[in-house]
């Protein structure tokens, strides 16, 4: 079967399917627009599905049964759906959920974990600091030498992230990424100009790395504004050509499964002038907005957004059934 094509041809397969949404994480209006396209497209596609707005409610549709399955499309952790709090819920009702399970999800939202996992295997990533709360910033900056990046261990979208070029920046950096939950990281800034060099994501779906994007923002960096308001943020699929593509989809294929992700998911990757990749991060509930990553990668090999729908929703059935 080509590998665009859904594997499950009757919707009554899936039974009610409840699109968790929104939540109460930083991540929340990414979120919301996501969850919004995800539930247009698994209505379109004849799915019976409906939205159900954060953990609690959702906790109120599993008291009375009336989910047969979650699709997952909350952000972020702390009343998010990506730190293994909701994997957990789901399991102890047997309900099954699209992504990855409970060690995947919580490995993953933590960053200074998922380096010590992806270290220990010998994948590279950037060198770090992991900073307690009330620890010495500039001491972690001096060890790894400027420029760094100071942000919170467990946030995504580039929330509470700053990028530091000189000492004085970073105690208002470091007070930023205090806003968040959890430890802070220091970690050193890959930078490189030329041909290759920058900001890379690749798309996993279903045990395959899709196409490599690569990200060339307007601006100087790809923040919060470049990736979800901007219109003039490139991107570039596939955004490498033979073994250069070959190797970096490798190398996110293990980053991903080493932290015990499944499923779907996205993961983030620096590359220098020298061609060589780093690490960053692994997203396990990417979004699905306009401006997103994951469809964008989809669309290279033939995966329109309904098709992508429905295909991460298959990852919720048991033992892979209808593979």
Not at 66 to 90: K, T
Not at 260 to 270: A, I, T, Y
Request: glycine share 12%.
């Amino acid at each position: 079967m080509s590998r665009a094509a859904s594997r499950i041809s009757d919707p009554s397969r899936f039974g009610r399917v409840a699109v968790l949404l929104g939540g109460t994480s930083s991540e929340r209006e990414v979120s919301l627009h996501s969850g919004a396209n995800v539930l247009e497209a698994l209505r379109a596609c004849g799915m019976d599905a409906f939205a159900v707005d954060g953990i609690p409610a959702l906790i109120e549709v599993l008291s009375r049964r009336g989910a047969d399955r979650v699709f997952n499309i909350l952000h972020g952790s702390a009343g998010g759906g990506e730190d293994g709090v909701l994997q957990g819920l789901l399991e102890a009702h047997g309900v099954p959920c699209t992504g990855s399970n409970v060690l995947g999800t919580a490995l993953a939202m933590d960053k200074v974990r998922s380096k010590q996992v992806w270290l220990a295997l010998g994948l590279p990533t950037p060198r770090y600091a992991r900073l307690p709360r009330g620890g010495d910033v500039h001491a972690a900056a001096r060890a790894l030498g400027l420029p760094v990046i100071v942000k919170p261990s467990c946030e995504g979208s580039s929330v509470g992230v700053t990028r530091v070029f000189d000492e004085s920046m970073l105690d208002e950096a470091a007070a930023l990424a205090a806003r968040y939950p959890g430890e802070l990281l220091v970690e050193q800034l890959i930078q490189g100009q030329g041909a290759g060099a920058g900001e890379y994501t690749v798309a996993i779906l279903d045990g395959v790395a899709l196409p490599s994007i690569r990200i060339v923002p307007a601006g100087e960096y790809y923040d919060y504004h470049a990736k979800y308001v901007a219109e003039d943020t490139q991107y570039l699929c596939p955004g490498l050509e033979g073994a250069a593509e070959a190797e970096l989809g490798a190398l996110a294929l293990a980053a991903f499964e080493a932290l015990g992700c499944s499923g779907w998911g996205r993961v983030d990757v620096m590359r220098d002038a020298q061609g060589r990749n780093y690490l960053l991060e692994v997203n396990t509930a990417p979004g699905m907005t306009s401006h997103s990553l994951v469809p964008k990668a989809a669309r290279q090999v033939g995966i329109d957004f309904p098709t992508l729908c429905l295909r991460i929703l298959e990852t919720s059935l048991a033992g892979g059934e209808g593979a």
